[in-house]
T-cell receptor, first 116, second 115 residues
Framework: GAGVSQSPSNKVTEKGKDVELRCDPI?????LYWYRQSLGQGLEFLIY????????KSGLPSDRFSAERTGGSVSTLTIQRTQQEDSAVYLC??????????????FGPGTRLTVT | AQSVAQPEDQVNVAEGNPLTVKCTYS??????LFWYVQYPNRGLQFLLK??????LVKGSYGFEAEFNKSQTSFHLKKPSALVSDSALYFC?????????????FGTGTQLKVEL
């Protein structure tokens, strides 16, 4: 079946502009995660959605970052007033409906964001 | 707080030789441990996980990992490396309770397998 998809695959934006990154999780997966992969810094957790529960936003680096998930499926990560340090690959992942801690996460191909 | 350390930024190995990619972790309680692989310009692919039971876990593409509780390690191994195994490998940990469902990743180890 289809995996996690993300769009756009690449995004170049000017400093100060807002950007929206989209994630389509695997059908039936109720848990959805956003991570950021910066050069030389590994993967950094940003935010986690599970069903209708309040999202875990503990990883968002500043109030310029926000995310929403509509209808329990598609998610959008929004970065306002982008800064050069926001340049990174943004990865989305989803996991099984039960979202147990032992369930593996399935990752999308990522969106490479470059802020000039 | 949970954390993962991958002490080697890069590991080089000749094709046909065994390979080991090291990982140590810190977490409260019994850990859930994962290995992921990332090929260039691709997302992460799940390789294997340790939840409970046998300390030796077998995964995709002939990889295995050994959980060692006393050394808090979860090293990735493969008996005979292939050039196609060259990629970036990430170890990750998740606490069984608390800490949310997020994965905490190491900084990654670049594996290079040469002919």
């Amino acid at each position: 079946g289809a995996g996690v998809s993300q769009s756009p695959s690449n995004k170049v934006t000017e400093k100060g502009k807002d950007v929206e990154l989209r994630c389509d999780p695997i059908s039936g997966h109720t848990a959805l995660y956003w991570y950021r992969q910066s050069l030389g810094q590994g993967l950094e957790f940003l935010i986690y959605f599970q069903g209708n529960s309040a999202p875990d936003k503990s990883g968002l680096p500043s109030d310029r970052f926000s995310a929403e998930r509509t209808g329990g499926s598609v998610s959008t990560l929004t970065i306002q007033r982008t800064q050069q340090e926001d340049s990174a690959v943004y990865l989305c992942a989803s996991s099984l409906a039960t979202a147990r801690p032992e369930d593996e996460q399935y990752f999308g191909p990522g969106t490479r964001l470059t802020v000039t | 707080a949970q954390s993962v350390a991958q002490p080697e930024d890069q590991v080089n190995v000749a094709e046909g030789n065994p390979l080991t990619v090291k990982c140590t972790y810190s977490v409260s309680g019994n850990p859930y441990l994962f290995w992921y692989v990332q090929y260039p310009n691709r997302g992460l692919q799940f390789l294997l996980k340790y939840i409970t039971g046998d300390n030796l876990v077998k995964g995709s593409y002939g990889f295995e990992a050994e959980f060692n509780k006393s050394q808090t390690s979860f090293h990735l191994k493969k008996p005979s490396a292939l050039v196609s195994d060259s990629a970036l490998y990430f170890c990750a940990v998740r606490a069984p309770t608390g800490g949310g469902n997020k994965l905490t990743f190491g900084t990654g180890t670049q594996l290079k397998v040469e002919l």
